[in-house]
């Protein structure tokens, strides 16, 4: 009842399109300012997440840039490679072992006839993308495992079937045929069965247990100097310009297309940038206009508002009173702006699911303490606002 | 609950001789709850500023006042306003109603302004005590002058007091209307054992007052 009645006589003077079109002016503000936290931890979502871990960007293979002046001495010094392993954007660093030895690979059916010299790598089997596969080798082994780049495949089917009028493999095909590995050393060649366990885009090469490389480089007798031409860099964020400004600092040189994300994190950026700075300032205009709308509401009604604290309404209680006219509809600004973005949250992961990009479905903590910490800010302004101009 | 006043004197009229020959002024008063107090003055002599000074609501003066032990200049707003939810009620002389109200909602105000002490049917009890049950709904400021006095008099009867201050409460009443106004005033202060202090240009027999000053 006396809120009915102090409605009455506190009317609001901010007048109902001004004050809807301030609201809406709020919404839009807490959307922008909403979705950049929500752009930016989708972002570091997609970075960390192991659903989404991105063999290409993660793991960088390194090697010094090839001019006219290092050729021949393209080796990575110990001092270097502990450099970069201590560098922020590292997570770990793998050596890449090359062989050292001559050898081949022919097939064994006359159906699909092919031969070729080859040279494989080795990497620690932790840098191998490819799971429940045994990358392992010893010398009684049935046949030796080899994980060939996807872009060989490609190769082969794309151009080099046509043109040899081969039949095209499909990646499961290629899984099943055994080929003969020749290695030639001090003793002659011996051969091997081998057989491709798995296609990858990690790395660019022929990769081979580092047991049979160890022992390939030995039968060769080939002295082991530990130099080593190649590492793969193991980085948690693929898109620190960081990474490029040290490559190109110490010469060294990596497949650009693997920093794209660096591109795609100054878009981000910038977007964030432009979509937290345009809500930021639309919040503080709102605000001021919030502000305004309370001292305008109590400057009209201030022979009202005079008689009432004179007949015994405690300051309190109309500040109460004022809080519950605009706060409750700012409140549900910033509601209606929280949905929206979470409705754009589950949009943007059905979109993304049918690429394969999973996002989560619910907005992240942080956007949700952003609209917390919005409503609380506007709480606190409106209620200092109608504090100030009844106390006065 | 008690009310003293110790040597206070308006800024405005500290100058004046008749200060000198007054029985409120410059004098250390103690008034108690349940006490009826009657002040009289001519035009001119400070009724309406010693209730508003009493009220609260004026700060130019010297001397203390103190309610309850406590100096009622020192006391911050929510205080005030809560002892004049509870503990001093009014009636002005100027009436001030709200306009943009009727005269039910004016009183209905007052009730529900702190917790409700007096029902609606006993406010349509009074209302009709005091003729003015035909006019509630009625914006307030639209009725006559004698109608809005006895609103506004209703309207300080419906919230609890220790001490009801009244400037002048009658001065549009006619004699028979003086008497209701005056009998219900009188039930409902010695119902709640509460007080009454009132100003007023002659010398009345509305109450049975305990103290008669003159200004």
């Given at each position: 009842?006396?809120?009915?009645?102090?409605?009455?006589?506190?009317?609001?003077?901010?007048?109902?399109?001004?004050?809807?079109?301030?609201?809406?002016?709020?919404?839009?503000?807490?959307?922008?300012?909403?979705?950049?936290?929500?752009?930016?931890?989708?972002?570091?979502?997609?970075?960390?997440?192991?659903?989404?871990?991105?063999?290409?960007?993660?793991?960088?293979?390194?090697?010094?840039?090839?001019?006219?002046?290092?050729?021949?001495?393209?080796?990575?010094?110990?001092?270097?490679?502990?450099?970069?392993?201590?560098?922020?954007?590292?997570?770990?660093?793998?050596?890449?072992?090359?062989?050292?030895?001559?050898?081949?690979?022919?097939?064994?059916?006359?159906?699909?006839?092919?031969?070729?010299?080859?040279?494989f790598?080795s990497v620690p089997s932790n840098f191998i993308d490819l799971k429940n596969i045994d990358f392992t080798w010893n010398p009684t082994a049935n046949f030796v495992p080899v994980i060939v780049?996807?872009?060989?495949?490609?190769?082969?089917?794309?151009?080099?079937?046509?043109?040899?009028?081969?039949?095209?493999?499909?990646p499961a095909?290629v899984k099943m045929i055994v080929?003969?590995l020749?290695?030639?050393?001090?003793?002659?060649?011996?051969?091997f069965n081998a057989k491709i366990v798995g296609l990858s885009?990690?790395?660019?090469?022929m990769l081979v247990p580092t047991e049979f490389i160890q022992w390939?480089?030995?039968?060769?007798?080939?002295?082991?100097?530990?130099?080593?031409?190649?590492?793969?860099?193991?980085?948690?964020?693929?898109?620190?310009?960081?990474?490029?400004?040290?490559?190109?600092?110490?010469?060294?040189?990596?497949?650009?297309?693997?920093?794209?994300?660096?591109?795609?994190?100054?878009?981000?950026?910038?977007?964030?940038?432009?979509?937290?700075?345009?809500?930021?300032?639309?919040?503080?205009?709102?605000?001021?206009?919030?502000?305004?709308?309370?001292?305008?509401?109590?400057?009209?009604?201030?022979?009202?508002?005079?008689?009432?604290?004179?007949?015994?309404?405690?300051?309190?209680?109309?500040?109460?009173?004022?809080?519950?006219?605009?706060?409750?509809?700012?409140?549900?600004?910033?509601?209606?702006?929280?949905?929206?973005?979470?409705?754009?949250?589950?949009?943007?992961?059905?979109?993304?699911?049918?690429?394969?990009?999973?996002?989560?479905?619910?907005?992240?903590?942080?956007?949700?303490?952003?609209?917390?910490?919005?409503?609380?800010?506007?709480?606190?302004?409106?209620?200092?606002?109608?504090?100030?101009?009844?106390?006065? | 609950?008690?009310?003293?006043?110790?040597?206070?004197?308006?800024?405005?009229?500290?100058?004046?001789?008749?200060?000198?020959?007054?029985?409120?002024?410059?004098?250390?008063?103690?008034?108690?709850?349940?006490?009826?107090?009657?002040?009289?003055?001519?035009?001119?002599?400070?009724?309406?500023?010693?209730?508003?000074?009493?009220?609260?609501?004026?700060?130019?003066?010297?001397?203390?006042?103190?309610?309850?032990?406590?100096?009622?200049?020192?006391?911050?707003?929510?205080?005030?306003?809560?002892?004049?939810?509870?503990?001093?009620?009014?009636?002005?002389?100027?009436?001030?109603?709200?306009?943009?109200?009727?005269?039910?909602?004016?009183?209905?105000?007052?009730?529900?302004?702190?917790?409700?002490?007096?029902?609606?049917?006993?406010?349509?009890?009074?209302?009709?005590?005091?003729?003015?049950?035909?006019?509630?709904?009625?914006?307030?400021?639209?009725?006559?002058?004698?109608?809005?006095?006895?609103?506004?008099?209703?309207?300080?009867?419906?919230?609890?007091?220790?001490?009801?201050?009244?400037?002048?409460?009658?001065?549009?009443?006619?004699?028979?209307?003086?008497?209701?106004?005056?009998?219900?005033?009188?039930?409902?202060?010695?119902?709640?054992?509460?007080?009454?202090?009132?100003?007023?240009?002659?010398?009345?027999?509305?109450?049975?007052?305990?103290?008669?000053?003159?200004?």
């Amino acid at each position: 009842m006396l809120n009915l009645l102090l409605r009455k006589l506190i009317r609001n003077h901010s007048g109902n399109i001004r004050m809807a079109t301030a609201r809406l002016g709020l919404a839009v503000a807490v959307f922008l300012l909403l979705t950049a936290v929500q752009i930016q931890t989708n972002y570091h979502f997609l970075l960390k997440s192991p659903n989404n871990k991105d063999s290409i960007a993660d793991f960088l293979v390194i090697n010094k840039l090839l001019d006219n002046d290092n050729l021949g001495n393209t080796q990575l010094d110990q001092e270097l490679i502990d450099e970069i392993a201590k560098q922020p954007f590292t997570e770990s660093v793998g050596l890449l072992s090359p062989s050292r030895f001559k050898a081949s690979i022919q097939s064994i059916s006359n159906q699909f006839p092919f031969y070729t010299d080859i040279s494989f790598e080795s990497v620690p089997s932790n840098f191998i993308d490819l799971k429940n596969i045994d990358f392992t080798w010893n010398p009684t082994a049935n046949f030796v495992p080899v994980i060939v780049p996807n872009m060989f495949l490609d190769i082969y089917n794309f151009q080099f079937s046509l043109s040899q009028d081969l039949p095209q493999l499909t990646p499961a095909i290629v899984k099943m045929i055994v080929f003969k590995l020749t290695v030639y050393g001090k003793n002659g060649p011996i051969s091997f069965n081998a057989k491709i366990v798995g296609l990858s885009d990690r790395i660019s090469s022929m990769l081979v247990p580092t047991e049979f490389i160890q022992w390939g480089n030995n039968y060769a007798e080939k002295k082991s100097d530990n130099t080593v031409s190649r590492l793969v860099l193991k980085t948690n964020d693929p898109s620190n310009p960081a990474i490029a400004t040290f490559l190109k600092q110490k010469n060294l040189s990596t497949n650009t297309e693997k920093l794209r994300y660096s591109k795609y994190r100054k878009v981000i950026d910038t977007v964030v940038a432009i979509s937290g700075l345009a809500g930021g300032i639309m919040l503080i205009f709102a605000l001021i206009i919030f502000t305004l709308f309370v001292q305008l509401t109590i400057a009209n009604c201030k022979q009202e508002i005079i008689l009432l604290i004179t007949l015994g309404a405690t300051p309190n209680q109309l500040s109460k009173f004022l809080l519950k006219q605009f706060y409750p509809g700012n409140l549900l600004s910033i509601s209606i702006a929280t949905i929206l973005v979470m409705i754009l949250q589950w949009g943007l992961t059905i979109v993304l699911e049918q690429q394969m990009i999973h996002l989560p479905v619910f907005i992240s903590w942080y956007t949700l303490f952003t609209a917390f910490l919005l409503a609380v800010l506007l709480w606190f302004v409106t209620n200092k606002a109608i504090q100030k101009h009844i106390d006065s | 609950m008690i009310f003293e006043l110790n040597k206070v004197i308006p800024s405005i009229i500290a100058d004046r001789p008749s200060v000198e020959l007054s029985d409120v002024w410059g004098k250390h008063i103690i008034w108690k709850k349940g006490q009826f107090v009657k002040i009289t003055a001519p035009s001119g002599t400070g009724k309406t500023t010693l209730v508003h000074i009493l009220y609260g609501l004026r700060k130019d003066y010297i001397g203390d006042i103190s309610y309850d032990g406590k100096n009622i200049l020192q006391l911050n707003p929510n205080e005030l306003a809560q002892i004049r939810q509870q503990h001093w009620s009014i009636v002005f002389q100027d009436l001030r109603l709200f306009s943009s109200l009727t005269a039910r909602e004016n009183i209905e105000l007052k009730r529900v302004l702190y917790n409700p002490i007096i029902t609606e049917e006993q406010l349509s009890e009074m209302a009709n005590q005091l003729g003015i049950q035909s006019i509630l709904n009625q914006p307030a400021t639209k009725c006559s002058y004698g109608e809005q006095q006895r609103i506004g008099i209703l309207r300080a009867l419906m919230q609890p007091f220790d001490f009801l201050i009244m400037d002048e409460p009658f001065s549009h009443l006619d004699n028979a209307n003086k008497k209701i106004a005056a009998a219900l005033i009188s039930a409902e202060c010695k119902r709640r054992n509460a007080g009454i202090i009132i100003t007023d240009l002659d010398k009345d027999d509305h109450f049975d007052y305990h103290i008669s000053l003159n200004l």
